[in-house]
């Protein structure tokens, strides 16, 4: 067993140094660049307390305290207090609602004097505790039943809900990332799977509107036409015998060959009730075929159709009524249905400007001039990267890129040497934080996301977010520094 006086020492020596490497490499490297992306011509230091890279620096200090701090915890603090500090930090997120000061539009931010602190930064570490503990139970098993993956459901929406209500949704969508680690504990791929259509119905519905096919939108007749598609693959894969899939194949080519020599001849077809014929068509006919086939499986497969279809309508509406105007502007600038370069959209065109411009060795430190003459709003927070493709260029875009891509792998390597399901749920968590904000991020400063104001992980400004990342980082350090210990005895 551990001892409760852990030897500092042993510790030391068993914690992970690559990691401790990657992660001071690029704590620096964001430090250097928030002073380069806030630089005046006068400014004489980057210590300069008074600027934002001085005062990043101070939140570099209290991170290493903090992560000394956390490595001299027992390790079984973290799986026996979970529950509590979750539900500590969801109450700090419902206050939240109501203590915090409106900052153009968002209730997220709690003032302590003069330091602002942002609850959801940290309520990431609670809910990666909290799913850790609840996948370490004894027994658990998340394909087991249903009512485990509400259990799982409710600590990842819980967080989302209150944070939504805070009009942060940026932060929320992170949560969503979790998804990740229970497909790593059993959830099937086809969650996964119905995921990205969403996605893709999501995109093809809202881009494509303007020409049409019988008679419907050109992106919802996509949208029912992979829909019908992948119906009919699921049925062919699920079916016990062949013949049931080859004959929804052939008819399904039957009804696609009448209705385009149909279309040919210039009769009228309306697309919604040829798609809806051709479904309705399909279902009935798998209902009959339930008796002789494996009725869970194909449950699944119309349900996959129903709930894509019910989907592929409500898109519309959420888009219009449900998101903010200036989310929708977001959308659609990134999907390129309109460039609003004045507006939603300069952001993004100064940043694809300046990391353009730094070619492949960049202009070099403090002369980048989209930088130096402050074209990019927010480029000391959640535009970093675009200051260290201006004044690094490619090979210092690329070398940050390594060092993340270094940090995510390795972090799921500690994650697969865990002997805990607590230690490994706990590190997939962080892995899977960190592939959604550097991807998201990086994506929408290059023009590929819509912008929802999330920060790269320790180069970007502000002490919440560093110190979030810093105590999700050390955490998992000193439960495999454990790991280590326990092979000792």
Not at 62 to 81: C, H, N, P, Q, W
Not at 169 to 186: K, N, P, Q, W
Not at 291 to 297: A, S, T, Y
Request: hydrophobic fraction near 55%; include cysteine.
């Amino acid at each position: 067993m551990e001892s409760g006086n852990t030897n500092i020492s042993s510790v030391f020596r068993s914690v992970d140094w690559i990691t401790i490497i990657i992660y001071l490499i690029l704590v620096v490297c964001g430090a250097v660049s928030i002073y380069a992306a806030s630089y005046d011509f006068d400014q004489a230091s980057m210590f300069d307390f008074s600027e934002y890279s001085g005062k990043q620096f101070v939140w570099i200090g209290l991170s290493f305290v903090i992560g000394f701090a956390i490595l001299l915890i027992d390790k079984r603090m973290f799986e026996t207090y979970a529950y509590l500090i979750y539900a500590i930090m969801i109450l700090v997120l419902i206050a939240t609602i109501f203590l915090a000061r409106d900052i153009k539009g968002s209730k997220s931010w709690l003032e302590i004097g003069s330091i602002s602190i942002q609850p959801a930064e940290f309520a990431k570490v609670a809910t990666a505790l909290a799913l850790a503990k609840l996948f370490n139970a004894y027994n658990f098993v998340l394909n087991k039943s249903i009512k485990n993956y509400l259990k799982a459901g409710l600590i990842i929406g819980l967080p989302i809900i209150i944070i939504i209500m805070q009009k942060e949704t940026g932060s929320a969508l992170v949560y969503f990332s979790l998804i990740l680690v229970l497909y790593r504990e059993g959830m099937s791929g086809l969650v996964l799977f119905g995921a990205l259509c969403a996605v893709v119905y999501f995109i093809l519905t809202i881009k494509f509107t303007e020409t049409m096919i019988l008679g419907i939108p050109s992106g919802e007749f996509a949208v029912l036409a992979i829909i019908t598609l992948v119906y009919n693959i699921m049925l062919y894969k699920f079916c016990r015998t062949p013949e049931t899939g080859r004959n929804v194949t052939i008819g399904l080519l039957a009804a696609s060959l009448i209705t385009w020599i149909l279309d040919l001849c210039g009769v009228e077809i309306n697309g919604f009730i040829f798609f809806f014929a051709i479904l309705g068509a399909i279902t009935v006919y798998v209902l009959v075929m339930m008796f002789h086939e494996n009725i869970r499986k194909m449950v699944l497969a119309i349900s996959f159709a129903v709930m894509s279809v019910m989907f592929m309508f409500s898109v519309n509406y959420v888009f219009s009524n449900v998101l903010e105007p200036h989310q929708q502007m977001r959308i659609k600038v990134a999907l390129g249905i309109e460039e609003d370069l004045r507006g939603a959209g300069y952001n993004v065109n100064q940043s694809k400007i300046a990391i353009g411009s730094g070619g492949f060795i960049g202009k070099g430190f403090l002369n980048g001039t989209q930088t130096k003459l402050k074209y990019v709003p927010e480029q000391h927070t959640d535009f970093i990267f675009c200051t260290i493709g201006e004044e690094k260029g490619f090979v210092g875009s690329a070398f940050i890129l390594l060092m993340f891509l270094a940090l995510i792998l390795r972090t799921i390597s500690i994650a697969e040497r865990q002997h805990t399901t607590f230690g490994r749920v706990y590190c997939y968590c962080i892995a899977s934080y960190l592939i959604f904000h550097i991807s998201i991020n990086i994506g929408m400063v290059v023009g590929l996301c819509p912008v929802i104001g999330i920060p790269l992980p320790f180069l970007s400004y502000g002490g919440s977010a560093l110190w979030g990342f810093t105590i999700l980082l050390f955490i998992m350090l000193r439960i495999d520094a454990a790991r280590k210990e326990y092979a000792q005895y």
